[in-house]
């Protein structure tokens, strides 16, 4: 059985309807003054309104920090050096090798909250000898065109 559904025609389907053209405005001519130019009224100033000085806000109080004592000098530690300028690839192994013709003790790579290198580090040395040789050696060393600043670091000092 063949059943057709009828619709009900919705407005606007399956016609198109032309616009309809708006009509075009009459440019308007000027028109001369009736006044005299001797009665012309006086124009009326506005009153300035003042407003109320804004309350400034007080400035906040700065952060209240330790005082820093500074380092003394024989806290520099006798094993351990600092390795800073460091490409950011570099790992602890790599760090490692570098310094592999020396006795170590241990070198890791200084890395930040999300895992990637801060581009320095941390070489220890079994012994002072070693430290010095390390210095002397990669004082003027580079790796990837970056100069290295190799120096003695400081021994960890403890929190009062």
């Keep these: 059985m063949n059943c057709e ?3 009900p025609q919705v407005k606007g389907e399956g016609e198109v309807k032309p616009r309809k053209k708006r009509p075009q ?10 006044k005299p130019e001797t009665q012309k009224e006086p124009k009326k100033e506005k009153p300035v309104e003042k407003k109320p000085p804004q309350e400034k806000k007080p400035a906040p109080k700065p952060v209240e920090r330790k005082e820093r004592k500074p380092r003394d000098p024989g806290s520099v530690s006798e ?12 790992t602890d192994e790599d760090l490692k090798q570098m310094f592999a013709e020396y ?47 190799v120096k003695a670091a400081y021994a960890e000092q403890a929190e009062e």
């Design 79 to 90: 094993t351990m050096i600092f390795v800073g300028n460091l490409p950011f690839k570099v």
């Design 103 to 149: 006795s170590l003790k241990s070198a890791r790579i200084v890395k930040g909250k999300f895992g990637r290198s801060k581009g320095f580090g941390f070489v220890d040395f079994a012994s002072p000898a070693d430290q010095k040789k390390a210095i002397n050696d990669f004082s003027e060393a580079t790796i990837n065109e970056r100069q290295l600043a």
């Design 5 to 7: 559904i009828a619709r």
């Design 25 to 34: 405005k009459k440019p308007q001519e000027a028109k001369p003054e009736t």
